[in-house]
C-alpha cells in the first residue's frame, strides 16, 4: 500500500535486567493494513507493545511515525500520536455505561456540567461508522453486554480519538465462533477505515482471515515480517515454534534483521 | 404513543423509540435482573409506618411525622458522605465519632471560647475536612485497609471527644443560631415557597433534558413519564409540606409548633447539590469508575488516589455537618455525642437505600431513603416502649437484611448478567 509505513521501529533492544526480551527488533505498520504480530509465549510481542504504547522506556532504537522520527517516552505520548492500545482484559468499567465507558478519563463537559448529549451522538457516530449493530442501548451497562460486544466497545473507545495505530491484544482469545467473526470484521473494516491495525494472535485462523501482513516473533527477534498472501499456515507455524522455515527466519539469510544470531545461539533458551 | 414502534434513521436509532409500556417493562426486567435500587427501601418504609401506625395510632401524627425529621436527621447526613466511601468499595467506621469530634469542636469554640455561630460552624466543618484527609492518605498512600485505619479512628477520635469534653462533663449549646437548626421550623409559606421552586426547578431541568435529547435526535424516555415523574414529585412535597403545616402544639395557647423544620430544606440542599457532583459533573463519573474498576479508571487517566482521598474527605465533612445538626438538636454535646449506635445507624441507612457495600452503586438519595427507614423503626419502636436493647437487636437485624439483599441481588445480576 502507502509507501512508508505509519509506524516504523528499527533496531529495539530491550532488557530487564539481565534477560534481554527484544533483541534488535524492526516492526512496521503501514495505515489502511491489519498486521499479525504472531509469536509463542514469551517471545516478547506484550514487551514490544508495551514499548510501542509507553509503558517501556526501550533500551536502543528508534521509532519512526508517519516518516517522522519521534520519541515515545510515557502512554501520554503514545496517544497524543494517535497510537491505542486495546488490552486483553479491556479495563472497562462494569457499573458504567456504553457512552460513560467510552469517554471514561476524557469526558466532555460544558462549564462543570457533563455534556451527555454530545458523548452520547459521538459514541453512536463511532459505533455507526464501525458499522456495529449488535448493542442494543448505548446506556446499558457494560456488565449486561456479551464478551464479543465488550470487545466492540473497548475497540470502538480506542478508535474514538481519531486514532491512527490501534494495537488489539488478543481479542478473539475468549470468544465464541460467531463473536469471534464479528470481531474480526470490526478488525478488517478499521482497517478499510485507513486505520493501521496491529493483531495480537494465537490463532492462526483467525490471523489468515485478516491480516495483510504477518510479523513474527521468535525469542526476542523479529524472524520475519512478510505478506500473508507469500506464506503459508505451516511456514507461519514454523517461524513461532523455530524462528525459521525454509529461506525465512534466522537459519537462512536474514531476511531483515536478527543479523548474525544464529539458531545455535538461541537455542539454550529454547529448550522447551 | 403507546403502539407505534419507529425505527428512526441516524446514528443513533440503534433501539426503537421507547413508549411508556417498554419504559415500564424494561424497568420491571432490571428489577427482576437484580438491579432493584431503592425498591427495597420504600417498600420497607410503607410497610413499617402501616404497620406502627395501626399498633400506635400516636406514630400517625403530624407531631410524630416532624420528629422523624429532626430524629433522623444527623444519621441521614451522616450517610450522605459515607455513600461516597462505599462506591469505593471502602468503609468509614469512624464517621460516627468524627461527628462527635466536629460538634465538640462547634460546642467549644461557641460556648468555651464565645465566638460567633458561623466562626463554630466553621471550625467543625474544618476540623472534618482534616479528619477526611488524615484518613483519606492513610488508606490512598500508605495503603493500609480503610477497615483497619477508620477503625483505629473510631477509637482515638472516642478519646478525642472525652478530652475535649475535659472529662465527661457536657457542654451546652445556646447559640440561638445553632439551635434553630434541628429545633425551629420555616413559616408555613416559606415552607410552601421552597417546595414550590423545588418542584419547578426539577420541572425545569426534567423538560430541559427531554428537549434538548430529543431536538439531537437522541433516546427520550417518554414525555409521559417525565410528567409523572414531575407530579410524582410534586405531589410528595405538596403532601409532607401541608402534613408539617398543620398545628402539632398540644396547647395553642402556650406555643403555636408548626411548618418545615429547618433541617429538611438544608437536608434537601445538601441532597441536590451531592447528586449533582455525582450524577454530572467527571469527578463523580470517576468516582463511580474507581468503584467499579480501579484499573481501567487508572489506565483512563484517573488519579485513583486522588479520588479515594476525596471521597474520605466528603465522608468526614458531612459527619461534621451531622454532628452540627445532632449538637442543635440536643441543646449541648456530650461525649456520648456521635457515640453508640450512630454509625451502625448511618451505614445501615446508606445500606437499606441501596447503595452496595461492595462499592460501584449508590446514590445520595439511598443515604435519605435510608436514614428514613431507620428514623422510623427508632421512633416507631420507642412508641411501642420497647427497651433500647430490643432496638439495637431490630436495627442490626434489619441491617444484615439489607446487606443481605444486597449480596442477593448481586448474585442474581451476576446470574442474569445485567450488572
Known amino acids: 500500500m502507502s509507501a512508508t509505513p505509519l509506524l516504523e521501529l528499527r533496531g529495539i533492544d530491550k532488557s530487564f535486567g539481565p534477560v534481554q526480551v527484544l533483541r534488535d527488533v524492526a516492526f512496521s505498520a503501514h495505515a489502511g493494513e491489519v498486521t499479525a504480530l504472531v509469536g509463542d509465549n514469551g517471545a516478547g510481542k506484550s514487551t514490544l507493545v508495551k514499548c510501542i504504547s509507553g509503558i517501556y522506556p526501550t533500551d536502543a532504537g528508534e521509532f519512526h511515525f508517519d516518516g517522522q522520527p519521534v520519541s515515545i517516552n510515557s502512554p501520554r505520548d503514545a496517544a497524543a500520536l494517535g497510537i491505542e492500545v486495546v488490552y486483553q482484559d479491556l479495563a472497562l468499567c462494569d457499573n458504567l455505561d456504553i457512552v460513560q465507558n467510552m469517554f471514561l478519563g476524557r469526558e466532555k463537559r460544558s462549564g462543570i456540567v457533563l455534556d451527555e448529549p454530545t458523548m452520547e451522538q459521538m459514541a453512536a457516530e463511532t459505533l455507526a461508522g464501525l458499522s456495529v449493530r449488535t448493542v442494543k442501548s448505548l446506556r446499558q451497562h457494560v456488565a449486561s453486554l456479551s464478551g464479543g460486544q465488550r470487545q466492540t466497545v473497548a475497540i470502538a473507545k480506542a478508535v474514538l480519538w481519531n486514532s491512527k495505530l490501534v494495537i488489539l491484544d488478543e481479542p478473539t482469545a475468549a470468544l465464541g465462533v460467531a463473536q469471534t467473526a464479528q470481531v474480526l470484521e470490526l478488525v478488517r473494516r478499521l482497517a478499510d477505515n485507513g486505520l493501521a491495525v496491529v493483531l495480537i494472535s494465537h490463532n492462526m485462523n483467525d490471523v489468515f482471515a485478516v491480516s495483510d501482513r504477518i510479523a513474527a516473533l521468535y525469542l526476542g527477534q523479529m524472524v520475519a515480517q512478510v505478506k500473508t498472501t507469500d506464506i503459508t499456515h505451516s511456514q507461519v507455524v514454523e517461524l513461532i515454534t523455530a524462528g525459521r522455515s525454509g529461506n525465512l527466519g534466522l537459519a537462512a539469510e536474514p531476511v531483515s534483521n536478527g543479523a548474525g544470531a544464529a539458531p545455535a545461539d538461541t537455542t539454550p533458551g529454547a529448550v522447551r | ?419
Open chain 2, 1 to 419: 404513543m403507546t403502539t407505534t414502534v419507529v425505527k428512526k434513521e441516524g446514528p443513533a436509532a440503534v433501539a426503537p423509540t421507547p413508549t411508556v409500556g417498554s419504559h415500564l417493562n424494561n424497568y420491571w426486567r432490571r428489577v427482576r435482573g437484580g438491579d432493584i435500587g431503592a425498591l427495597p427501601a420504600v417498600a420497607m418504609l410503607l410497610a413499617l409506618c402501616v404497620g406502627f401506625s395501626i399498633a400506635r395510632p400516636s406514630f400517625f401524627t403530624a407531631g410524630n411525622f416532624a420528629n422523624l425529621f429532626t430524629q433522623g436527621a444527623a444519621v441521614t447526613l451522616i450517610a450522605m458522605g459515607l455513600v461516597f466511601v462505599l462506591l469505593l468499595g471502602e468503609i468509614d467506621l469512624s464517621a460516627g465519632f468524627a461527628s462527635g469530634v466536629c460538634a465538640a469542636v462547634l460546642a467549644n469554640v461557641v460556648t468555651v471560647l464565645g465566638y460567633p455561630w458561623y466562626v463554630a460552624v466553621l471550625a467543625a466543618v474544618v476540623t472534618g475536612v482534616v479528619i477526611g484527609t488524615v484518613l483519606g492518605l492513610l488508606v490512598a498512600k500508605v495503603g493500609i485497609p480503610s477497615f483497619v485505619v477508620t477503625l483505629a479512628g473510631f477509637l482515638a477520635f472516642q478519646g478525642i471527644v472525652l478530652m475535649l469534653m475535659k472529662e465527661g462533663a457536657n457542654i451546652s449549646v445556646r447559640d440561638d443560631t445553632l439551635v434553630a437548626i434541628a429545633n425551629r421550623n420555616l413559616s408555613p409559606a416559606l415552607g410552601w415557597a421552597l417546595a414550590a421552586v423545588a418542584v419547578a426547578g426539577y420541572a425545569a431541568v426534567q423538560l430541559l433534558r427531554h428537549h434538548n435529547r430529543a431536538a439531537r435526535g437522541l433516546l427520550t424516555d417518554p414525555i409521559a413519564v417525565v410528567v409523572a415523574r414531575i407530579a410524582g414529585l410534586a405531589v410528595i412535597l405538596g403532601a409532607a409540606v401541608y402534613v408539617l403545616n398543620l398545628e402539632r402544639s398540644r396547647n395553642v395557647l402556650v406555643v403555636s409548633l408548626k411548618g418545615v423544620p429547618i433541617v429538611v430544606p438544608i437536608i434537601a440542599l445538601l441532597l441536590v447539590a451531592w447528586t449533582f457532583v455525582l450524577q454530572r459533573t467527571s469527578y463523580g463519573r470517576h468516582v463511580y469508575a474507581v468503584g467499579g474498576n480501579a484499573e481501567a479508571a487508572r489506565r483512563a487517566g484517573i488519579s485513583v488516589d486522588r479520588i479515594r482521598v476525596s471521597v474520605f474527605v466528603i465522608c468526614s465533612t458531612m459527619a461534621a455537618v451531622g454532628g452540627i445538626v445532632a449538637a442543635s438538636r440536643a441543646n449541648s454535646v456530650d461525649p456520648n455525642t456521635g457515640g453508640s449506635n450512630v454509625l451502625l445507624y448511618a451505614v445501615g441507612a446508606a445500606v437499606i437505600g441501596g447503595t452496595s457495600l461492595f462499592g460501584g452503586k449508590g446514590r445520595v438519595l439511598d443515604a435519605v431513603l435510608g436514614g428514613a427507614v431507620v428514623a422510623v423503626i427508632d421512633n416507631g419502636m420507642g412508641l411501642m416502649g420497647y427497651s433500647s436493647g430490643v432496638k439495637y437487636v431490630v436495627t442490626g437485624v434489619v441491617l444484615l437484611a439489607a446487606a443481605t439483599i444486597d449480596a442477593l441481588s448481586r448474585r442474581r445480576a451476576a446470574a442474569t448478567g445485567t450488572r
